[in-house]
């Protein structure tokens, strides 16, 4: 786990090769934020930008709320507290870029591709779906997440422009009103068509729908859709693989089901009365983002 020491102005130099994380509390008044945080670190000027704009730097100053710190040349004042998450394998790291599907000025939504985190961490988030439809609209639309997918899926994600968008559609979620619909290739054949999981996700109740699409004799895989009535983590994956049938691809759950191509999940459909026009919607994922592997062969 990486440090948490407190520093404080002209303590130290530290490792450009190892994970590590720093909290620096400013001395004086301080013009450029790249330039000091290189002298007291012993980072280059161009690891501190690079650092910056890929969010591993964060500002508080006194009661305001901690926030990304990405302008090289912030002022500082004496007092700042300034968190530098410094970690060379996750700055390094590219990542697919998402596909806007629709935007409706105060939400978008978005397919974020299978590798692409959805938001970031205290480690950076240019390789987030947040960060890049951030940059999309050149940060001049605010970006709130609603909702999640894991890293290894792909598929559709709501992402709210205004504070008012963002309650409504939180509303909507927490009312089982927003419905998500998914594909997912599992190992073997179910012995049912059509069903319902019941199993608990870490103690908690969860409910999924699914109905098969399509068996493979093959490669021995059934296509299933999937309704999602609870949100628990990884609940699809736990559910199916609980059941017998995991999902091929799943580095986690399941046995007998590695697959060179991934984990075979994706979020393709989205239902819900759109709180800002109070109109029915639908939103599909386009037929030419959809992966191979839910094509039926």
């Known amino acids: 786990m990486p440090s948490d020491n407190v520093w404080r102005s002209g303590s130290g130099e530290v490792d450009p090769q190892s994970r590590w994380r720093r909290k620096l509390i400013v001395g004086e008044t301080v013009a450029d934020a790249s330039t000091w945080l290189a002298a007291q670190t012993g980072l280059s000027k161009q690891k501190v930008k690079d650092a910056m704009l890929k969010g591993a730097v964060w500002w508080k100053r006194g009661g305001k709320p901690q926030k990304r710190l990405r302008r090289a040349k912030s002022p500082l004042a004496v007092g700042d507290v300034l968190e530098l998450n410094y970690d060379p394998q996750i700055l390094a790291l590219n990542s697919p870029?998402?596909?806007?599907?629709?935007?409706?000025?105060a939400y978008s939504i978005w397919c974020k591709p299978a590798g692409?985190?959805?938001?970031?961490?205290?480690?950076?988030?240019?390789?987030?779906?947040?960060?890049?439809?951030?940059?999309?609209?050149?940060?001049?639309r605010q970006v709130f997440l609603l909702h999640r997918l894991d890293r290894e899926a792909m598929g559709l994600v709501i992402i709210a422009h205004n504070k008012a968008a963002a309650g409504r559609f939180g509303a909507l979620l927490q009312d089982n009103a927003l419905d998500k619909f998914y594909l997912a290739r599992v190992k073997g054949r179910l012995a049912q068509e059509q069903g319902e999981i019941d199993f608990p996700v870490d103690g908690k109740s969860a409910l999924s729908y699914y109905q098969v699409q399509h068996y493979d004799d093959a490669t021995d895989s059934s296509l299933v859709r999937v309704k999602l009535i609870t949100g628990r983590k990884h609940q699809i994956r736990r559910h199916f693989a609980d059941l017998g049938y995991p999902l091929l691809g799943d580095p986690r759950y399941g046995s007998g089901n590695k697959h060179e191509d991934g984990l075979m999940l994706a979020a393709t459909e989205l239902a819900f009365t759109c709180p800002m026009r109070r109109r029915a919607m639908r939103v599909v994922?386009?037929?030419a983002l959809l992966p191979a592997w839910s094509r039926q062969r």
Not at 97 to 105: G, K, M, N, Y
Request: with cysteine.
């Open 97 to 105: 870029q998402p596909t806007l599907v629709a935007d409706h000025d």
């Open 116 to 140: 692409l985190l959805t938001q970031g961490s205290e480690w950076g988030d240019h390789c987030s779906l947040l960060r890049m439809a951030e940059l999309h609209f050149q940060s001049k």
């Open 285 to 287: 994922m386009p037929e």
